[in-house]
Protein backbone atom coordinates (compact mmCIF):
# COMPACT_ATOMS: atom_id res chain seq x y z
CA UNK A 1 0.00 0.00 0.00
CA UNK A 2 1.31 3.44 -1.07
CA UNK A 3 2.01 5.83 2.00
CA UNK A 4 0.28 8.40 0.71
CA UNK A 5 -2.97 6.57 0.23
CA UNK A 6 -2.19 5.23 3.80
CA UNK A 7 -2.09 8.93 5.06
CA UNK A 8 -5.35 9.75 3.03
CA UNK A 9 -7.19 6.33 4.67
CA UNK A 10 -5.30 7.29 8.19
CA UNK A 11 -6.91 11.17 7.77
CA UNK A 12 -10.30 9.89 6.76
CA UNK A 13 -11.04 8.01 10.10
CA UNK A 14 -9.50 10.43 12.20
CA UNK A 15 -11.52 13.17 10.19
CA UNK A 16 -14.76 11.14 11.37
CA UNK A 17 -13.97 10.53 14.51
CA UNK A 18 -12.80 14.13 15.38
CA UNK A 19 -16.15 15.11 14.39
CA UNK A 20 -17.99 12.55 16.56
CA UNK A 21 -15.35 13.23 19.38
CA UNK A 22 -16.16 17.34 18.98
CA UNK A 23 -20.04 16.77 19.16
CA UNK A 24 -19.47 14.74 22.38
CA UNK A 25 -17.08 17.28 23.54
CA UNK A 26 -19.30 20.04 22.93
CA UNK A 27 -22.30 18.90 25.00
CA UNK A 28 -19.86 17.70 27.81
CA UNK A 29 -18.52 21.04 27.74
CA UNK A 30 -21.85 22.76 28.14
CA UNK A 31 -23.27 19.96 30.48
CA UNK A 32 -20.44 18.04 31.85
CA UNK A 33 -22.20 14.86 30.65
CA UNK A 34 -20.91 12.04 28.53
CA UNK A 35 -23.67 11.79 25.51
CA UNK A 36 -23.45 8.44 24.73
CA UNK A 37 -26.70 8.83 22.34
CA UNK A 38 -24.73 10.83 20.34
CA UNK A 39 -23.68 7.84 18.24
CA UNK A 40 -27.46 6.82 17.59
CA UNK A 41 -28.00 10.62 16.40
CA UNK A 42 -25.77 9.59 13.97
CA UNK A 43 -27.28 6.40 12.83
CA UNK A 44 -30.75 7.84 12.96
CA UNK A 45 -29.71 9.99 10.34
CA UNK A 46 -28.12 7.22 8.69
CA UNK A 47 -31.36 5.62 8.89
CA UNK A 48 -33.23 8.41 7.81
CA UNK A 49 -32.13 7.99 4.42
CA UNK A 50 -34.28 5.08 3.65
CA UNK A 51 -37.94 4.51 3.83
CA UNK A 52 -39.13 2.95 7.53
CA UNK A 53 -39.89 -0.63 6.60
CA UNK A 54 -38.97 -4.23 7.50
CA UNK A 55 -38.55 -5.43 4.18
CA UNK A 56 -35.19 -6.24 3.35
CA UNK A 57 -34.33 -4.07 0.29
CA UNK A 58 -33.96 -0.57 1.87
CA UNK A 59 -35.69 1.55 -1.06
CA UNK A 60 -34.32 5.38 -0.94
CA UNK A 61 -36.58 8.02 1.24
CA UNK A 62 -34.77 10.91 2.12
CA UNK A 63 -32.27 9.64 -0.06
CA UNK A 64 -33.87 9.91 -3.30
CA UNK A 65 -34.28 14.13 -2.78
CA UNK A 66 -31.69 16.06 -4.61
CA UNK A 67 -28.44 16.37 -3.36
CA UNK A 68 -28.80 19.93 -1.66
CA UNK A 69 -32.17 19.06 -0.04
CA UNK A 70 -30.85 15.67 0.66
CA UNK A 71 -28.09 16.99 2.94
CA UNK A 72 -30.58 19.78 4.58
CA UNK A 73 -32.92 17.07 5.13
CA UNK A 74 -30.50 14.82 7.30
CA UNK A 75 -29.37 18.00 9.42
CA UNK A 76 -32.53 18.80 10.32
CA UNK A 77 -33.75 14.91 11.63
CA UNK A 78 -30.78 14.69 13.24
CA UNK A 79 -30.59 18.10 14.66
CA UNK A 80 -34.12 18.23 15.74
CA UNK A 81 -33.87 14.63 17.75
CA UNK A 82 -30.71 16.17 19.39
CA UNK A 83 -32.87 19.06 20.49
CA UNK A 84 -35.64 16.44 21.37
CA UNK A 85 -33.36 14.04 23.26
CA UNK A 86 -32.53 17.44 25.41
CA UNK A 87 -35.44 18.43 25.61
CA UNK A 88 -37.18 15.48 26.99
CA UNK A 89 -34.83 13.15 28.56
CA UNK A 90 -31.64 15.74 30.18
CA UNK A 91 -33.35 19.24 30.71
CA UNK A 92 -36.17 17.83 33.68
CA UNK A 93 -33.44 15.76 35.31
CA UNK A 94 -31.13 18.93 35.24
CA UNK A 95 -33.20 20.75 36.83
CA UNK A 96 -33.88 18.56 39.18
CA UNK A 97 -30.27 18.78 40.36
CA UNK A 98 -29.06 15.45 38.72
CA UNK A 99 -25.52 14.74 38.52
CA UNK A 100 -23.27 13.88 35.92
CA UNK A 101 -23.75 10.19 36.66
CA UNK A 102 -27.40 10.40 36.33
CA UNK A 103 -27.52 12.31 33.51
CA UNK A 104 -24.95 9.72 31.53
CA UNK A 105 -27.43 7.13 32.52
CA UNK A 106 -30.08 9.05 31.12
CA UNK A 107 -28.10 8.81 28.56
CA UNK A 108 -27.69 5.21 28.05
CA UNK A 109 -31.40 4.80 28.34
CA UNK A 110 -31.72 7.57 24.77
CA UNK A 111 -29.31 5.35 23.31
CA UNK A 112 -30.94 2.27 23.71
CA UNK A 113 -34.48 3.66 23.50
CA UNK A 114 -33.16 5.04 19.80
CA UNK A 115 -31.64 1.49 18.92
CA UNK A 116 -35.02 -0.15 19.97
CA UNK A 117 -37.23 1.66 17.69
CA UNK A 118 -34.96 1.17 14.98
CA UNK A 119 -34.72 -2.40 15.32
CA UNK A 120 -38.17 -2.24 15.32
CA UNK A 121 -39.08 -0.23 12.73
CA UNK A 122 -35.92 -1.25 10.59
CA UNK A 123 -35.55 -5.07 11.75
CA UNK A 124 -31.84 -5.76 12.89
CA UNK A 125 -30.53 -7.06 9.43
CA UNK A 126 -28.35 -4.85 8.08
CA UNK A 127 -29.31 -3.12 5.27
CA UNK A 128 -27.37 -1.36 2.45
CA UNK A 129 -27.41 1.10 0.37
CA UNK A 130 -26.21 3.15 -2.54
CA UNK A 131 -27.14 6.27 -2.20
CA UNK A 132 -23.52 8.11 -3.04
CA UNK A 133 -22.29 5.76 -5.66
CA UNK A 134 -20.41 8.40 -7.08
CA UNK A 135 -18.48 9.02 -4.15
CA UNK A 136 -17.38 5.61 -3.97
CA UNK A 137 -14.90 5.63 -7.06
CA UNK A 138 -11.47 5.73 -7.06
CA UNK A 139 -9.57 9.16 -7.96
CA UNK A 140 -5.93 9.60 -9.22
CA UNK A 141 -4.00 12.24 -7.83
CA UNK A 142 -0.34 12.25 -9.15
CA UNK A 143 -0.11 9.03 -9.98
CA UNK A 144 -1.83 7.83 -6.62
CA UNK A 145 -5.17 6.07 -6.13
CA UNK A 146 -7.24 7.48 -3.52
CA UNK A 147 -10.92 6.86 -2.26
CA UNK A 148 -12.83 10.10 -3.27
CA UNK A 149 -15.24 9.31 0.03
CA UNK A 150 -12.15 9.98 1.84
CA UNK A 151 -11.26 13.28 0.22
CA UNK A 152 -14.50 14.41 0.57
CA UNK A 153 -14.74 13.28 4.35
CA UNK A 154 -11.30 15.22 4.86
CA UNK A 155 -12.37 18.05 3.26
CA UNK A 156 -15.97 18.60 4.47
CA UNK A 157 -14.53 18.01 8.11
CA UNK A 158 -11.82 20.69 7.54
CA UNK A 159 -14.60 23.14 6.45
CA UNK A 160 -17.25 21.90 9.21
CA UNK A 161 -14.26 22.90 12.20
CA UNK A 162 -13.45 26.45 10.73
CA UNK A 163 -17.03 27.17 10.14
CA UNK A 164 -18.16 25.89 13.97
CA UNK A 165 -14.74 27.70 15.36
CA UNK A 166 -15.82 31.17 13.22
CA UNK A 167 -19.12 31.00 14.65
CA UNK A 168 -18.04 29.97 18.28
CA UNK A 169 -15.26 32.94 17.78
CA UNK A 170 -17.56 35.47 16.69
CA UNK A 171 -21.13 34.79 17.51
CA UNK A 172 -22.67 35.70 20.72
CA UNK A 173 -24.01 32.52 21.13
CA UNK A 174 -20.30 30.84 20.41
CA UNK A 175 -18.60 33.13 23.04
CA UNK A 176 -21.25 31.69 26.05
CA UNK A 177 -20.74 28.33 24.71
CA UNK A 178 -16.77 28.50 25.18
CA UNK A 179 -17.00 30.31 28.69
CA UNK A 180 -19.75 27.68 29.53
CA UNK A 181 -17.30 25.04 28.36
CA UNK A 182 -15.14 26.55 30.65
CA UNK A 183 -16.86 26.95 33.64
CA UNK A 184 -20.19 26.57 33.33
CA UNK A 185 -21.36 27.82 36.63
CA UNK A 186 -19.33 31.06 36.49
CA UNK A 187 -21.24 31.22 32.96
CA UNK A 188 -24.20 31.09 34.85
CA UNK A 189 -23.23 33.26 36.99
CA UNK A 190 -22.88 35.92 34.68
CA UNK A 191 -26.00 35.92 33.00
CA UNK A 192 -25.62 33.03 30.43
CA UNK A 193 -28.38 31.43 30.33
CA UNK A 194 -28.07 27.50 30.74
CA UNK A 195 -31.16 26.43 28.83
CA UNK A 196 -30.07 28.24 25.90
CA UNK A 197 -26.37 27.61 25.80
CA UNK A 198 -27.00 23.72 26.25
CA UNK A 199 -30.15 23.52 23.25
CA UNK A 200 -27.71 25.25 21.42
CA UNK A 201 -24.38 22.90 21.94
CA UNK A 202 -26.70 20.17 21.19
CA UNK A 203 -28.40 21.69 17.87
CA UNK A 204 -24.44 22.02 17.18
CA UNK A 205 -23.78 18.52 17.85
CA UNK A 206 -26.85 17.13 15.87
CA UNK A 207 -25.22 19.37 12.83
CA UNK A 208 -22.22 17.35 13.28
CA UNK A 209 -23.54 14.20 13.98
CA UNK A 210 -25.53 14.52 10.30
CA UNK A 211 -22.22 15.33 8.73
CA UNK A 212 -20.93 12.24 10.23
CA UNK A 213 -24.01 9.76 8.96
CA UNK A 214 -23.56 11.26 5.40
CA UNK A 215 -20.03 10.38 5.51
CA UNK A 216 -20.35 7.14 7.09
CA UNK A 217 -22.88 6.07 4.64
CA UNK A 218 -21.12 7.25 2.00
CA UNK A 219 -18.24 5.42 3.33
CA UNK A 220 -19.26 1.45 3.98
CA UNK A 221 -23.09 1.49 2.13
CA UNK A 222 -24.37 -0.20 5.65
CA UNK A 223 -27.01 1.14 7.64
CA UNK A 224 -27.53 -1.50 11.22
CA UNK A 225 -28.80 -0.09 14.32
CA UNK A 226 -25.98 -0.78 16.28
CA UNK A 227 -23.21 0.92 13.99
CA UNK A 228 -23.25 4.06 16.21
CA UNK A 229 -22.11 2.53 19.31
CA UNK A 230 -18.63 2.12 17.81
CA UNK A 231 -18.41 5.15 17.03
CA UNK A 232 -19.64 7.02 19.91
CA UNK A 233 -17.34 4.86 22.36
CA UNK A 234 -14.32 6.32 19.62
CA UNK A 235 -15.43 9.86 20.12
CA UNK A 236 -15.67 9.41 23.78
CA UNK A 237 -12.08 8.29 24.04
CA UNK A 238 -11.14 10.85 21.55
CA UNK A 239 -12.26 13.38 24.09
CA UNK A 240 -11.01 12.12 26.61
CA UNK A 241 -7.28 11.76 25.45
CA UNK A 242 -7.78 14.96 23.75
CA UNK A 243 -8.54 16.31 27.30
CA UNK A 244 -12.15 16.47 28.80
CA UNK A 245 -13.64 20.16 28.58
CA UNK A 246 -11.32 21.46 25.83
CA UNK A 247 -12.77 21.74 22.16
CA UNK A 248 -9.32 22.02 19.88
CA UNK A 249 -8.12 18.59 22.26
CA UNK A 250 -11.68 16.56 21.24
CA UNK A 251 -11.03 17.63 17.80
CA UNK A 252 -7.03 16.31 17.81
CA UNK A 253 -7.85 13.78 20.46
CA UNK A 254 -10.53 12.63 17.68
CA UNK A 255 -8.48 12.41 14.65
CA UNK A 256 -5.33 10.69 16.87
CA UNK A 257 -7.60 8.16 17.48
CA UNK A 258 -9.02 7.56 14.49
CA UNK A 259 -5.46 8.06 12.51
CA UNK A 260 -3.46 5.46 14.86
CA UNK A 261 -6.30 2.64 14.37
CA UNK A 262 -5.96 3.16 10.56
CA UNK A 263 -2.28 2.76 10.42
CA UNK A 264 -2.02 0.08 12.95
CA UNK A 265 -4.44 -1.78 10.69
CA UNK A 266 -2.34 -1.40 7.74
CA UNK A 267 1.00 -1.66 9.71
CA UNK A 268 0.38 -4.66 12.39
CA UNK A 269 1.74 -8.07 11.14
CA UNK A 270 -1.62 -9.98 9.03
CA UNK A 271 -2.14 -12.54 12.29
CA UNK A 272 -2.06 -9.40 14.32
CA UNK A 273 -4.91 -7.39 12.43
CA UNK A 274 -7.89 -8.66 14.30
CA UNK A 275 -6.54 -7.45 17.57
CA UNK A 276 -5.92 -3.97 16.48
CA UNK A 277 -8.39 -2.55 18.66
CA UNK A 278 -6.58 -4.03 22.01
CA UNK A 279 -3.29 -2.48 20.26
CA UNK A 280 -5.22 1.10 19.45
CA UNK A 281 -7.27 1.13 23.47
CA UNK A 282 -3.64 -0.55 25.15
CA UNK A 283 -1.98 2.81 23.19
CA UNK A 284 -5.27 5.25 24.88
CA UNK A 285 -4.37 4.08 28.51
CA UNK A 286 -0.18 4.64 27.99
CA UNK A 287 -1.29 8.10 26.98
CA UNK A 288 -3.52 8.50 29.48
CA UNK A 289 -1.14 7.07 32.72
CA UNK A 290 1.07 9.88 31.26
CA UNK A 291 -0.93 12.38 30.21
CA UNK A 292 -4.27 12.07 32.61
CA UNK A 293 -5.34 15.27 31.94
CA UNK A 294 -5.29 14.69 28.51
CA UNK A 295 -2.59 15.03 25.43
CA UNK A 296 -3.91 18.61 24.22
CA UNK A 297 -4.66 20.17 27.05
CA UNK A 298 -1.59 22.56 28.53
CA UNK A 299 -0.25 22.29 32.17
CA UNK A 300 -2.11 25.37 33.76
CA UNK A 301 -5.53 24.79 33.01
CA UNK A 302 -6.36 22.88 35.44
CA UNK A 303 -9.30 24.57 38.34
CA UNK A 304 -7.86 27.03 40.84
CA UNK A 305 -9.79 27.56 43.89
CA UNK B 1 -33.89 56.56 44.31
CA UNK B 2 -33.17 52.65 43.96
CA UNK B 3 -32.55 50.55 46.88
CA UNK B 4 -31.56 47.28 47.96
CA UNK B 5 -32.56 45.32 51.46
CA UNK B 6 -32.59 42.23 53.30
CA UNK B 7 -35.65 42.05 55.56
CA UNK B 8 -34.65 39.93 58.88
CA UNK B 9 -32.69 37.26 57.18
CA UNK B 10 -31.41 34.26 58.33
CA UNK B 11 -29.44 31.17 57.55
CA UNK B 12 -29.59 27.66 59.17
CA UNK B 13 -26.69 25.67 58.14
CA UNK B 14 -27.80 22.39 60.47
CA UNK B 15 -26.52 22.84 63.63
CA UNK B 16 -25.00 26.58 62.98
CA UNK B 17 -27.12 29.84 62.67
CA UNK B 18 -24.54 31.64 60.48
CA UNK B 19 -27.18 34.83 60.31
CA UNK B 20 -29.50 35.50 62.74
CA UNK B 21 -32.18 38.24 61.42
CA UNK B 22 -29.77 40.37 59.45
CA UNK B 23 -31.34 44.07 58.17
CA UNK B 24 -29.19 45.60 56.02
CA UNK B 25 -29.51 48.48 52.94
CA UNK B 26 -27.71 49.40 50.74
CA UNK B 27 -28.63 52.80 48.77
CA UNK B 28 -28.00 54.63 44.89
CA UNK B 29 -24.88 55.81 45.34
CA UNK B 30 -23.27 54.82 48.44
CA UNK B 31 -20.36 52.71 49.16
CA UNK B 32 -20.93 50.04 52.26
CA UNK B 33 -18.39 48.41 54.00
CA UNK B 34 -19.46 45.05 55.35
CA UNK B 35 -17.03 44.47 57.99
CA UNK B 36 -16.92 41.42 60.79
CA UNK B 37 -14.47 38.80 61.94
CA UNK B 38 -13.87 35.25 59.66
CA UNK B 39 -17.03 33.69 60.45
CA UNK B 40 -19.04 36.45 61.21
CA UNK B 41 -21.58 35.67 57.99
CA UNK B 42 -20.54 38.29 55.35
CA UNK B 43 -19.77 36.02 52.62
CA UNK B 44 -22.89 34.28 53.24
CA UNK B 45 -24.96 37.30 53.43
CA UNK B 46 -23.20 37.86 50.13
CA UNK B 47 -24.16 34.84 48.64
CA UNK B 48 -27.83 35.58 50.21
CA UNK B 49 -28.38 39.09 48.28
CA UNK B 50 -26.87 37.70 44.94
CA UNK B 51 -28.70 34.26 44.84
CA UNK B 52 -26.55 32.28 45.29
CA UNK B 53 -27.86 30.94 49.04
CA UNK B 54 -31.91 30.74 49.94
CA UNK B 55 -32.67 32.29 52.99
CA UNK B 56 -34.20 29.77 56.17
CA UNK B 57 -35.64 33.25 56.97
CA UNK B 58 -36.36 36.49 55.40
CA UNK B 59 -36.39 38.51 52.03
CA UNK B 60 -34.52 40.21 49.68
CA UNK B 61 -35.41 43.08 48.23
CA UNK B 62 -34.62 45.14 45.29
CA UNK B 63 -36.82 48.55 45.40
CA UNK B 64 -39.14 47.14 47.71
CA UNK B 65 -39.46 44.43 45.33
CA UNK B 66 -38.41 40.30 46.29
CA UNK B 67 -36.56 38.94 44.61
CA UNK B 68 -36.24 35.77 46.94
CA UNK B 69 -36.14 32.82 45.17
CA UNK B 70 -34.35 34.38 41.90
CA UNK B 71 -31.57 32.46 40.45
CA UNK B 72 -27.97 34.46 40.17
CA UNK B 73 -28.02 34.97 36.27
CA UNK B 74 -32.08 36.32 36.85
CA UNK B 75 -30.51 38.73 39.94
CA UNK B 76 -27.61 39.78 37.14
CA UNK B 77 -30.57 40.98 34.99
CA UNK B 78 -32.16 42.42 37.92
CA UNK B 79 -28.74 44.93 38.41
CA UNK B 80 -27.16 42.45 41.30
CA UNK B 81 -24.18 41.64 40.61
CA UNK B 82 -21.09 40.72 42.07
CA UNK B 83 -17.24 39.68 42.25
CA UNK B 84 -16.12 36.78 43.82
CA UNK B 85 -12.61 35.58 46.09
CA UNK B 86 -11.74 33.08 43.67
CA UNK B 87 -12.02 35.41 40.56
CA UNK B 88 -12.40 32.26 38.28
CA UNK B 89 -11.79 33.61 34.95
CA UNK B 90 -12.28 31.49 31.46
CA UNK B 91 -8.69 31.49 31.02
CA UNK B 92 -8.73 29.88 27.68
CA UNK B 93 -10.52 33.21 26.71
CA UNK B 94 -9.38 36.48 25.85
CA UNK B 95 -9.47 39.20 28.82
CA UNK B 96 -12.04 41.33 26.53
CA UNK B 97 -14.35 38.08 26.15
CA UNK B 98 -13.71 37.25 29.72
CA UNK B 99 -16.12 40.73 30.18
CA UNK B 100 -17.85 40.79 26.99
CA UNK B 101 -19.41 37.74 28.36
CA UNK B 102 -21.54 39.30 31.28
CA UNK B 103 -21.77 42.54 28.62
CA UNK B 104 -23.79 40.31 26.80
CA UNK B 105 -26.05 40.11 29.30
CA UNK B 106 -27.89 43.43 28.61
CA UNK B 107 -26.44 44.47 24.94
CA UNK B 108 -28.79 43.90 21.71
CA UNK B 109 -25.47 43.12 19.70
CA UNK B 110 -21.57 41.70 20.01
CA UNK B 111 -20.39 45.04 18.88
CA UNK B 112 -22.40 46.45 21.64
CA UNK B 113 -21.28 44.58 24.08
CA UNK B 114 -18.00 44.51 22.93
CA UNK B 115 -17.58 48.39 23.45
CA UNK B 116 -19.34 48.00 26.62
CA UNK B 117 -16.87 45.29 27.67
CA UNK B 118 -13.88 47.94 26.58
CA UNK B 119 -14.72 50.93 28.17
CA UNK B 120 -15.01 48.59 31.80
CA UNK B 121 -11.71 47.20 31.26
CA UNK B 122 -10.23 51.35 30.30
CA UNK B 123 -12.03 51.43 33.42
CA UNK B 124 -9.75 49.17 35.43
CA UNK B 125 -6.67 50.08 33.72
CA UNK B 126 -6.59 47.21 31.64
CA UNK B 127 -7.14 48.02 28.51
CA UNK B 128 -3.91 47.35 27.42
CA UNK B 129 -4.22 44.15 27.85
CA UNK B 130 -7.68 43.13 26.43
CA UNK B 131 -6.06 40.49 23.42
CA UNK B 132 -3.97 38.52 26.24
CA UNK B 133 -5.51 35.28 27.32
CA UNK B 134 -7.11 35.58 30.76
CA UNK B 135 -4.77 32.68 31.71
CA UNK B 136 -1.66 34.55 31.20
CA UNK B 137 -3.07 37.61 33.86
CA UNK B 138 -1.02 37.93 36.88
CA UNK B 139 -3.35 37.84 39.77
CA UNK B 140 -3.68 41.16 40.79
CA UNK B 141 -5.05 41.94 37.23
CA UNK B 142 -7.23 38.75 37.60
CA UNK B 143 -8.99 40.63 40.10
CA UNK B 144 -9.24 43.95 38.25
CA UNK B 145 -10.73 41.69 35.48
CA UNK B 146 -13.31 40.02 37.84
CA UNK B 147 -14.50 43.84 38.95
CA UNK B 148 -14.81 44.39 35.19
CA UNK B 149 -16.52 41.83 34.50
CA UNK B 150 -19.53 42.65 37.02
CA UNK B 151 -19.72 46.25 35.80
CA UNK B 152 -20.10 44.89 32.33
CA UNK B 153 -23.42 43.54 33.75
CA UNK B 154 -24.27 47.43 34.37
CA UNK B 155 -25.42 46.65 37.90
CA UNK B 156 -27.13 49.15 40.23
CA UNK B 157 -25.71 47.17 43.03
CA UNK B 158 -22.15 45.73 42.94
CA UNK B 159 -21.08 43.49 45.72
CA UNK B 160 -17.09 43.11 45.89
CA UNK B 161 -16.38 40.11 47.84
CA UNK B 162 -12.45 40.66 49.35
CA UNK B 163 -11.22 42.71 46.06
CA UNK B 164 -7.93 43.65 48.01
CA UNK B 165 -7.02 39.89 48.91
CA UNK B 166 -3.45 39.08 48.62
CA UNK B 167 -2.41 42.90 46.85
CA UNK B 168 0.13 44.65 47.81
CA UNK B 169 0.00 48.17 49.20
CA UNK B 170 -0.04 50.08 45.54
CA UNK B 171 -2.12 48.08 44.15
CA UNK B 172 -4.36 48.39 47.00
CA UNK B 173 -4.18 52.18 46.31
CA UNK B 174 -5.27 51.51 42.67
CA UNK B 175 -7.78 49.63 44.11
CA UNK B 176 -8.90 52.31 46.43
CA UNK B 177 -9.57 54.68 43.60
CA UNK B 178 -10.96 52.38 41.40
CA UNK B 179 -14.00 51.73 44.09
CA UNK B 180 -14.18 55.64 44.89
CA UNK B 181 -15.37 56.50 41.28
CA UNK B 182 -17.67 53.37 40.69
CA UNK B 183 -20.56 55.09 42.01
CA UNK B 184 -20.32 58.29 40.04
CA UNK B 185 -19.20 56.53 36.67
CA UNK B 186 -21.15 53.24 36.59
CA UNK B 187 -23.83 54.89 39.21
CA UNK B 188 -24.09 51.72 41.34
CA UNK B 189 -24.33 51.48 44.80
CA UNK B 190 -21.14 49.37 46.36
CA UNK B 191 -21.08 46.92 48.79
CA UNK B 192 -17.38 46.05 49.91
CA UNK B 193 -16.27 43.02 51.78
CA UNK B 194 -13.05 44.03 53.32
CA UNK B 195 -10.72 42.78 55.52
CA UNK B 196 -8.37 45.59 54.97
CA UNK B 197 -9.57 47.91 57.86
CA UNK B 198 -7.29 50.96 56.45
CA UNK B 199 -8.75 50.70 52.48
CA UNK B 200 -12.37 50.10 53.94
CA UNK B 201 -12.19 53.59 56.33
CA UNK B 202 -10.91 55.27 53.31
CA UNK B 203 -13.65 54.82 50.65
CA UNK B 204 -16.81 53.79 52.45
CA UNK B 205 -19.41 56.21 53.60
CA UNK B 206 -21.25 53.91 56.10
CA UNK B 207 -20.37 50.47 57.91
CA UNK B 208 -22.38 47.53 58.79
CA UNK B 209 -20.47 45.43 60.97
CA UNK B 210 -21.11 41.63 61.81
CA UNK B 211 -20.54 39.43 64.55
CA UNK B 212 -21.65 35.77 64.77
CA UNK B 213 -24.25 36.08 62.19
CA UNK B 214 -25.85 38.84 63.99
CA UNK B 215 -25.62 42.75 62.99
CA UNK B 216 -23.36 44.61 65.88
CA UNK B 217 -23.34 47.90 64.27
CA UNK B 218 -24.53 49.74 61.31
CA UNK B 219 -24.05 53.74 60.84
CA UNK B 220 -21.62 56.68 59.54
CA UNK B 221 -18.00 55.48 59.71
CA UNK B 222 -16.98 57.93 62.32
CA UNK B 223 -19.66 56.34 64.71
CA UNK B 224 -19.20 52.65 63.80
CA UNK B 225 -15.73 52.83 64.55
CA UNK B 226 -15.93 54.80 67.62
CA UNK B 227 -18.66 52.08 68.97
CA UNK B 228 -16.93 50.00 72.00
CA UNK B 229 -18.47 46.97 70.58
CA UNK B 230 -17.36 47.18 67.12
CA UNK B 231 -14.11 47.75 68.90
CA UNK B 232 -14.20 44.88 71.48
CA UNK B 233 -15.58 42.50 68.99
CA UNK B 234 -13.32 43.36 66.09
CA UNK B 235 -11.22 45.73 65.77
CA UNK B 236 -9.55 45.60 69.08
CA UNK B 237 -9.23 41.71 68.62
CA UNK B 238 -7.48 42.93 65.10
Not at chain 2, 16 to 40: C, F, H, M
Request: hydrophobic share 50%.
Amino acid sequence: MNIVQLLVDAASLGSQYALVALGIGLVFGVMRMINFAHGDLIMIGAYALVVPTAADLAAPLIGAWPFPLLIAGILCVVTLVALATERFAFRALRKRGADGSTLLISSFAVSYLIQSLVLFIHTGRPKSVSIFGALTQQVTIHGVRVGLVDIVTIIVTILLLLGLSLYLRRSRAGIEIRAAAEDFTMARMLGVRADRAIALAFGLSGILAAAVSLLYVAKTGVLDFRMGVPLAIAGFVGTVIGGMGSLPGAVLGGFSLGAASMLLQALLPAELRPARDAFVYGLVIVVLLFRPQGLFVTGNAGERI
Amino acid sequence: MSELNTEAISVQFQGLRALDSVDLSLKEGEILGLLGPNGAGKTTLVNVISGFQRPTEGTVRVDGKSVGGLTPDALARCGVARTFQSVRLFRRLSVLENVEISALCHAKSRNEARSTARRALEFVGLGPVARRLAGELPYADERRVGIARALALRPRFLLLDEPAAGMTDSECRDLVEIVRQLPQSFGCAVLLIEHNIGLVMEVCNRLHVLNGGRTLADGPVETVRNNPDVIAAYLGGA
